[in-house]
C-alpha cells in the first residue's frame, strides 16, 4: 500500500513555540490570500500563498532552521510592501495581519537561536 500524506509529516519533535510560529503562519498566510481576492490584487495573494507553502515545507521538516531565517526575511519585506501599497488606506485587518507578522518575527528568530544553541549536558555529565 503507498504512503499517506501523515507519513511524511514530522510533527513529533515540535514544541508549543512550534505550533505557536506555525499558527501564526497559517493566519497571516490566510490573511494575505483573503485580502489579495477581496482588494483584487493577485501579489498579495501569491504572498498568502508563500506563507501557507512555507507551513507544509515545516511540517514535512524541510531544513527548519532556514525556514526561519528565510520566514524572518520574507515576513519583515511585508512590512514597506504594505506601507507603500497601502499608502495611507490602513485597515484594520492590515494592522491585526502587521501584529502577527511581528509577532512571527520574534517567535521565529527566538526559534532559530534555539536550534543553533548547542544541546546543553546534563548536571550528570559535567559532573564526571
Do not use: C, N
Not at 483573503?34 to 506563507?51: D, K, Q
Amino acid at each position: 500500500m503507498g504512503k499517506t500524506v501523515s507519513d511524511y509529516i514530522r510533527t513529533d519533535s515540535l514544541t508549543p513555540t512550534h505550533w505557536f510560529a506555525i499558527l501564526l503562519v497559517l493566519m497571516t498566510g490566510l490573511i494575505h490570500v483573503y485580502a489579495g481576492l477581496i482588494e483584487g490584487r493577485i501579489p498579495v495573494s501569491l504572498a498568502g500563498v508563500g506563507f501557507l507553502g512555507a507551513a507544509v515545507l515545516f511540517l514535512l521538516d524541510y531544513r527548519r532552521p532556514l525556514l526561519y531565517l528565510v520566514g524572518i526575511a520574507y515576513t519583515a519585506v511585508q512590512f514597506p510592501l504594505w506601507y507603500v501599497a497601502k499608502a495611507g488606506e490602513y485597515t484594520t485587518l492590515g494592522y491585526v495581519d502587521k501584529t502577527l507578522q511581528a509577532i512571527l518575527i520574534v517567535v521565529l528568530a527566538y526559534l532559530y537561536w534555539k536550534a543553533r544553541r548547542p544541546p546543553e549536558r546534563s548536571r550528570e555529565a559535567t559532573a564526571a
